[in-house]
DNA sequence: CCATCTTTGTGCACGCGTTCACAAAGACAT
DNA sequence: ATGTCTTTGTGAACGCGTGCACAAAGATGG
């Protein structure tokens, strides 16, 4: 997952926890499948398949918000539906501005998704004046020079930043003076910002470099446990997993057993 | 953030903490900009400025990959590049296959972050036939009838998947049963995988739907207090806030006080 | 060689999130 | 009505992650 969290204090925003809040758009995505398919109700342990979690965790997560479900039959859908919709706001129409219309900011503004529930997308901004004009997903691209009349007239309280790691601040920095109070940030940078701005972040090089280091350390699990099974009872303890692996550290003093992959316990 | 974990336990792989290989890759990215600016060495509370995090989190997160800083001093910055980039597995080549080469994929394949860490997009698939051999970022399109082949030849154990939502788990078996075993998801559905396989998850309307929580929930603070202020001692409690909020609920009996925004405690 | 000053590395406490396990609640049959 | 059976809602325990605060380590100057 990309998630960049930028909250003052881990808010427990109306009593309702970050992570229980993280979770019911995918409780609600669950719920849409089942609506469109007539499904009248749904029991916890159901419903938690069909969103990925643990049952136990769901029914705590609809506790939050209150008790809507019947004890023995189980959840209502389109009640539960719009309960969750309701929760997150999507029962009002949220404008949105993408601002960066390289490849992504084209595919985020294609994107469905968007669309669906309750967003629209409200103008595309590029600093490009050859985009002026263009359009993208039936939108004509604007020049960056009108960013703020746009925030404004179209009442945009919801950026979306796709542009080169350089441009991200400066983008941000006039959405925020403009008025715009929660951005998801696709660029690859930090973004500063004030207090009561929240931002997102959406890095798909993060998300590559997590799986690559899981990808390595299921590697390496493997290497040791066959290195074990072909040792099993050499005289050394074990330094041939860890010259294998250290590479060319080059020492530098210090250089705790930190480093050596060490056989699991397990 | 956009994150799903899919892990069979929460696994302190290697003693290093899932939260701190989430952010191995913030620390790297502004360690690679002090190395391009020839910083020598970098302070813990410079280094935490940078990267956006607390300086005593960014400590305890090294002091899990060893002891690597000069008391006094703080880190050298190659040596620390070095060895975060060897912790994560960039040190090695990693090919990855993009499914799915729509808008998004296309995007992907453009995305300069991803051929830039150890990250090498081996091939590009796609199921629409018109599609085969047409070059995207320099890559030729293959069918997705060869996707077994590709990713053995390849040697690929990190697949992308940018398809459609209903094409996802389909896509999602035919990679594992090749032999990937880490996957970047960017459908918007949950993926079932075998033990084993590692699944992130990026979803751009479940980030939207999150900042749609906080922007209204900003918005629903202001009115409270607002209305607090407004009233300041009036007979009745707070029905006004409660029937401006509630919009055509339709009650449902119980309907607790978990619906009523309720003035903050504070 | 000693004193001082900076910065790391970490023990500790606290709070959030997850999970278990069960009592309470309601549906349904008899 | 009463009993059984299903499923919710939640109290309590546990574990992970975060942040504080400080002692240890080393650099630097005299």
Same mark, same amino acid.
């Given at each position: 997952m990309a998630t960049g969290r930028t909250h003052r204090t881990a808010t427990r925003s109306r009593g309702i926890p970050e992570a229980t809040v993280a979770r019911l758009p995918l409780y609600l995505r669950a719920l849409t499948g089942l609506s469109e398919r007539s499904v009248p109700t749904v029991s916890s342990e159901e419903l938690a398949a069909a969103a990925g979690v643990n049952s136990a965790k769901l029914r705590k997560d609809f506790s939050y918000l209150g008790s809507y479900g019947t004890r023995g039959v189980g959840y209502d859908v389109e009640y539960l539906v719009y309960q969750i919709s309701r929760e997150l706001g999507l029962t009002q129409d949220w404008p949105v501005v993408i601002v960066g219309i390289g490849n992504l900011g084209a595919a985020l503004a294609n994107y469905g998704g968007f669309a %669906? &529930? $309750?967003? &629209?997308?409200?103008a595309l901004i590029d600093a490009?004046?050859?985009?002026? /004009?263009k359009p993208v997903a039936g939108i004509p691209v604007q020049h960056s020079d009108d960013l703020e009349r746009i925030i404004a007239d179209n009442g945009v309280s919801i950026g979306v930043i796709a542009t080169p790691a350089g441009a991200a601040q400066p983008v941000c920095d006039r959405l925020v003076a403009a008025g715009v109070t929660s951005i998801l940030n696709f660029a690859p940078t930090v973004l500063t910002v004030p207090d009561g701005v929240d931002v997102r972040k959406v890095d798909l090089s993060i998300e590559l470099q997590i799986l690559a280091f899981h990808e390595q350390r299921k590697a390496g699990e493997e290497a040791d446990a066959a290195a074990a099974a072909a040792e099993a009872g050499a005289g050394d303890t074990a330094p041939v997993v860890a010259a294998k692996v250290r +590479? /060319? %550290? $080059? $020492? &530098? +003093?210090?250089?705790?057993? +930190?480093?050596v992959p060490a056989v699991m316990p397990a």
């Open positions: %669906s &529930r $309750g967003f &629209r997308v409200a490009d004046p050859a985009m002026a /004009g +590479g /060319g %550290s $080059g $020492g &530098r +003093g210090k250089g705790p057993d +930190g480093d």
